[in-house]
């Protein structure tokens, strides 16, 4: 089996008295896509979800975002981040919103999650506001 190699990861930081966790991604590069190589990336809560795509043997990149909400412009700074052509691209999360799903499906990206919303960012963002 290859050798996983983690590129970035998250950082959790102190704000205003309270723990936040930031919203970048950990990135992975060169994950066989097995169901083992899976469950060492992503974790096994998320490779449960996973279902192997038959036109991939080897994701390029794996990137495993922090649980809660994924908007339509985490993914779209985390992919404009990858080199470009990044090859076979797999995204992993708890939720992603309706703008985050269209942006990893538009730039040809595998997507595991775990629930599936309908959000969009903008209703999201009301979410958050309210609470």
């Not at 309270?18 to 809560?45: C, F, L, Y």
């Not at 919103?97 to 009301?126: L, N, Q, R």
Request: proline share 6%; aromatic share 6%; hydrophobic share 45%.
């Amino acid at each position: 089996m290859d050798q996983i190699s983690i590129v970035g990861l998250r950082v959790t930081s102190q704000l205003a008295g309270r723990n936040t966790m930031s919203r970048k991604p950990a990135i992975i590069r060169d994950v066989p896509a097995d169901a083992p190589s899976m469950k060492k990336a992503v974790g096994q809560r998320l490779a449960k979800q996973y279902a192997a795509n038959p036109n991939v043997a080897k994701y390029s990149f794996v990137l495993k975002f922090p649980d809660g909400v994924v908007t339509g412009r985490a993914v779209s700074h985390a992919l404009g981040k990858l080199p470009a052509p990044h090859g076979p691209t797999l995204l992993a999360g708890i939720h992603f919103t309706v703008e985050a799903m269209s942006a990893a499906k538009a730039d040809g990206c595998d997507v595991i999650a775990v629930h599936e919303y309908f959000w969009t960012d903008a209703t999201y963002a009301a979410i958050r506001q309210s609470i």
